[in-house]
């Protein structure tokens, strides 16, 4: 609760200060902030311009007719015209042809927000009613906070403790819902260093209006600067998550060494993993939670279904914790037998 | 008609008004008209309950802190405004108000297929409408009219219950007015009128009853799906118990993305009965018109999942429903463009209901085509549940189906009640209405495409002079609503008397006493003119084209 308030305060002087600024003139757009404002802001004016000139020749053909052929005398009928094919089909075609233009620049620029590149900074953000938790990869948390460094690919990966929320940056044109129960990703590449609003989107309950934050957009320089110099609010991921792995007994069944009943977890993030069907899976964020959460929705190749579910007994941080842990494996040997990964040999 | 010397109107001496009195005789009806006249009075009361709880919206909104309510209330106002109108008035407003009046009549049958299940129907709605009155006034609901788990299902303090429970009765008076509807066009048209001799009107009610039977049976599963989950925590969407919160958007969207069809087909419906009325001619394109209704509810029935486009769906999955949401954008442009041109060389009449289909196609205009911003995968990442989707859908269902309804009470009201209406004042009211919804919700196109959020209960200042100029809208708005209120209550009893077709129109209730008696015509009608067609229709009165030479003769 004090968190909240401070959190309020905080944003309300931040507003204050904004406000000169924005308000001074009406704007039609918000700021261009991140690399897609540009692509999206590009399809707005495309398709306002399309369906300003539709709109603006139909209204004008009405408001003409209307005064044109208005009734000269109370028993006069119209000219009786039941309909011209060539006009049909020109206005079935036309339009659709326009709408393909549409759909088409639409679907490239949504493909390039689902397809994250792969040389991103992965920041974890976990919405709960009401507030946002964030996670930077040295394991410095923020609440309503986020730190990006300018020019840099970010990507987001989320996740709820709770109901849907939504994370959403205007001056970024992108949104993203976090979905209880999966991890959602969406990235970005700031363009402009400043500080930009962002916005819970999905209504999410009572004080669904106040789950929002800033974004603060900075130098690279200084985000590495910030990012050390506020070392003291570091929390560090790796050993809570390392700490939590023995806690729950993960190490007893997944043995460095690969002697385990479990595959050793040496160098399985973002590798490929072999499953049980025959068919092979990249270990990212999103396939260790379920393995954690639902362990029997893919079993690794040659080890039996033998591990329990951690459904309700872990937070969504305290996975975010032991991925982190896991993350952190990714450089050590991994074994030749007693492993889930592919061997670099299979694939190329 | 003024100078005919016919023109000394009577009103009939029995009709349905007066064929039998007392509360029983309306209560126990099974009068399509009267059932229809019962459906008017409890739509137009929910669209009280909701204009109530919009008017509070707004007035909140004036203040980025919000000045009138805390948050928690707040939330019940936009749940409660979006409930009440959408299930309880949209929804009904014109089929069952009048598609129910007129369906019959404009095929030429004495009743619906099926006159007691037509009582039944409304019955079962004001049984729903209790359960949601009873959630209303015993701690509200806060989930948002989209009801989306695990908010509802597990996490919200309101009464979520019994209004999920009266939306699921409600499904069944959908379901059952759809039915007889359609029974009803197949079997009980008059001779002579065939498939494409049928008034646009009905062309649009026999869509929307096909929405109503294929889609309500999938909401009211839904609905009650999450009412198990809430109460006895069967896990259907709620994660912690093994459910997919995605599945009930799925299965949401599934019936409420058609459902915007049932409140738009029907309206357009009306706007294609009143532009050929008023301009005099036969509508531009009849069976494109009467095609795209159908392709509309057809093909409505697959974009469901364009509500989801930022819920992590599959990118395969959106561009499916992306394309397919582009396909449903023809059909009403089709429209559009036909009843424009049905004005070219019309002889148009600037009657109150000509206005209000005018503003139709004006506001229908702009609420389409922003569609085509929402449809596009790339700018709805942006515009996803902003301000511009509740401007959006504003303009379909206030712009579009709204003023169809009451454009379409103003056509009819001379058949309804036998009365005409204060056509000055009504022509005022039109504008208001228009003026005053385009300053309520056109400053939300901007509003949303600078980011501001939908259902905030407070907002950064940066956006409060929009939503001043929205509220303001909104206040002349509310004036344009309740003029109508007043002068057509007020006509009910001193309105001149309007005689059988005052207009004149083509149709086959205007064939019949105003208001028309119990079996609605004396003899049996038969069907040997096309529809709209003022030129082969000598009873009408008019200057038909085989008199050019006295037309111009007048000049």
């Known amino acids: 609760m004090s968190t909240r308030q401070i959190v309020q305060h905080r944003k309300l002087a931040h507003d204050k200060e904004r406000n000169k600024t924005v308000q001074a003139d009406l704007p039609l757009y918000p700021e261009q902030a991140s690399n897609f404002a540009m692509s999206v802001d590009g399809l707005m004016a495309y398709i306002t311009a399309v369906c300003a000139f539709f709109a603006i020749a139909i209204t004008a053909a009405i408001i003409y007719f209307f005064f044109k052929y208005r009734r000269k005398h109370p028993g006069e009928v119209g000219v009786p015209i039941h309909g011209d094919m060539r006009l049909e089909t020109a206005w079935i075609v036309v339009p659709l042809f326009l709408a393909l233009t549409m759909f088409g620049w639409g679907a490239v620029v949504y493909v390039d927000f689902r397809r994250a590149p792969m040389d991103t900074l992965d920041i974890y953000v976990i919405g709960k009613q009401w507030m946002w938790k964030i996670q930077q990869p040295t394991g410095l948390r923020e609440i309503n906070e986020l730190h990006v460094p300018v020019g840099r690919n970010v990507k987001l990966i989320l996740a709820s403790e709770d109901v849907i929320h939504d994370f959403s940056v205007p001056a970024f044109r992108v949104k993203m819902d976090v979905v209880p129960g999966h991890y959602n990703t969406m990235w970005f590449r700031p363009t402009k260093a400043g500080r930009y609003h962002f916005f819970c989107q999905q209504y999410c309950g009572t004080n669904h209006a106040l789950m929002g934050g800033w974004v603060t957009v900075m130098e690279p320089m200084e985000y590495a600067a910030w990012l050390s110099g506020s070392s003291e609010a570091t929390a560090n991921p790796v050993l809570a998550g390392e700490k939590l792995f023995a806690e729950k007994a993960c190490n007893t069944c997944h043995v460095t060494n690969g002697t385990g009943r479990a595959p050793s977890l040496n160098g399985v993030y973002g590798a490929n993993v072999l499953l049980a069907d025959g068919s092979a899976v990249t270990a990212d964020d999103a396939y260790l939670r379920e393995s954690i959460l639902n362990p029997q929705a893919k079993i690794v190749a040659g080890y039996a279904p033998l591990m329990p579910s951690f459904q309700g007994q872990l937070t969504e941080e305290q996975i975010i914790d032991l991925t982190s842990y896991i993350k952190s494996l990714q450089s050590q040997p991994v074994p030749t037998k007693g492993s889930g990964v592919a061997p670099a040999t299979g694939k190329k | ?555």
């Open chain 2, 1 to 555: 008609m003024s100078a005919t010397p016919a023109a000394v109107n009577q009103m009939p001496r029995e009709h349905y008004l007066n064929a039998t009195w007392g509360i029983r005789s309306w209560l126990l009806t099974t009068d399509h008209k009267r059932i229809a006249l019962l459906y008017l009075a409890s739509v137009t009361f929910f669209f009280f309950i909701g204009g109530a709880f919009a008017t509070m919206i707004r007035i909140h909104l004036l203040s980025p802190k919000g000045l009138l309510v805390t948050p928690e209330t707040y939330n019940k106002l936009f749940t409660m405004h979006g409930v009440a109108m959408i299930f309880f008035f949209l929804i009904p407003s014109i089929p069952a108000v009048l598609g129910n009046f007129l369906l019959p009549i404009m095929i030429g049958a004495k009743d619906l297929a099926f006159p007691k299940i037509n009582l039944l129907s409304w019955y079962i709605y004001l049984v729903g409408g209790c359960f949601v009155l009873y959630s209303f006034s015993t701690g509200g609901l806060d989930t948002g009219w989209t009801f989306y788990t695990p908010l509802s299902s597990v996490y919200s303090n309101s009464a979520v219950t019994p209004a999920v429970l009266g939306v699921f009765i409600n499904g069944f008076s959908s379901i059952l007015t759809g039915l007889n509807f359609i029974v009803t066009v197949h079997t009980m048209r008059a001779p002579g009128m065939t498939w494409f001799r049928l008034p646009l009107f009905v062309w649009a009610q026999y869509a929307t009853s096909i929405i109503f039977i294929l889609g309500t049976p999938v909401i009211a599963i839904t609905l009650l799906l999450a009412g198990l989950e809430r109460v006895f925590h069967l896990g259907f969407f709620n994660p912690a118990l093994g459910g997919d919160p995605i599945l009930f958007q799925h299965l949401f969207w599934f019936y409420s993305h058609p459902a915007v069809y049932i409140m738009i087909l029907p309206a357009m419906g009306v706007i294609s009965e009143i532009i050929p009325t008023f301009a005099r001619k036969p509508i531009f394109g009849y069976s494109f018109i009467a095609g795209s209704s159908i392709a509309i509810a057809v093909i409505g029935f697959f974009v469901w999942a364009h509500h989801m486009f930022v819920t992590g769906e599959s990118t395969y999955a959106a561009l499916t429903f992306s394309l397919l949401s582009y396909l449903v954008a023809i059909p009403s442009a089709v429209k559009v463009f036909n009843w424009t041109s049905t004005l070219y060389k019309g002889s148009i009449s600037y009657d109150t209901p000509m206005l209000y289909a005018l503003g139709f196609i004006g506001l229908f205009l702009i609420g389409g085509l922003t569609g085509l911003f929402l449809a596009c995968l790339g700018l709805d990442i942006h515009l996803h549940d902003t301000y511009f989707v509740i401007a959006h859908f504003h303009y379909i269902m206030v712009g579009g189906a709204v003023m169809g309804y009451v454009g379409g009470l103003h056509y009819w009201w001379p058949k309804i009640t036998g009365k005409l209406y204060p056509e000055f004042l009504a022509r005022i009211a039109a504008i208001t209405l228009f003026l005053g919804f385009n300053l309520t919700f056109f400053p939300q196109f901007i509003l949303g495409y600078l980011g501001m959020p939908r259902r905030y209960a407070s907002y950064p200042p940066e956006f409060q002079v929009l939503n001043v100029m929205s509220t303001a809208g909104a206040s002349i708005l509310a004036l344009g609503y309740l003029l109508p209120m007043i002068y057509l209550t007020w006509s009910m009893r001193y309105g001149a008397i309007a005689g059988p077709n005052p207009w004149p129109g083509t149709g086959l209730e205007w064939r019949t006493p105003s208001p028309p008696p119990t079996e609605n015509f004396d003899v049996t009608p038969e069907v040997t003119w096309e529809p709209y067609d003022y030129d082969n229709r000598p009873d009408l009165g008019l200057d038909v084209s085989g008199a050019p030479a006295l037309a111009h003769g007048d000049d």
